[in-house]
């Protein structure tokens, strides 16, 4: 069993910055792939960010130069820095990790439960 809990959400002014965690525990031998996706209200799931294992980022354009993704393969967590947001940021945000739970398994795609950022002054 992998169990994912998100922390970090909260309401910010216009401008200001918030940093999200998650937290994977369980039975895990190798995150391959984590994610940050977003959802606003009334809108369809997006994706926001990537980073493999490896350390390599990708960003949705609408983020880029403003949200960093990272990770701790040791710590098996993933964290998503945002600056200068702004009220069109505000979503629920999940992460998504692609966990291999042995050297065999093929990898288990498990999400977070999801946690509301805010941005309005």
């Known amino acids: 069993q992998v169990q994912l809990v998100e922390s970090g959400g909260g309401l910010v002014q216009p401008g200001g910055s918030l940093r999200l965690s998650c937290a994977a525990s369980?039975?895990?031998?190798?995150?391959?792939?984590m994610y940050w996706y977003r959802q606003a209200p009334g809108k369809e799931r997006e994706w926001v960010a990537t980073?493999?294992?490896?350390?390599?980022?990708n960003y949705a354009d609408s983020v880029k130069g403003r949200f960093t993704i990272s990770n701790d393969n040791a710590k098996n967590t993933v964290d998503l820095q945002m600056n200068s947001l702004r009220p069109e940021d505000t979503a629920v945000y999940y992460c998504?990790?692609?966990?291999?739970?042995?050297?065999?398994?093929?990898?288990?795609?498990?999400w977070g439960q999801g946690t509301l950022v805010t941005v309005s002054s």
């Open positions: 998504r990790l692609k966990i291999m739970t042995t050297p065999a398994a093929h990898p288990l795609d498990t």
């Open positions: 980073v493999t294992s490896g350390g390599d980022t």
């Open positions: 369980g039975s895990i031998f190798k995150i391959n792939t």
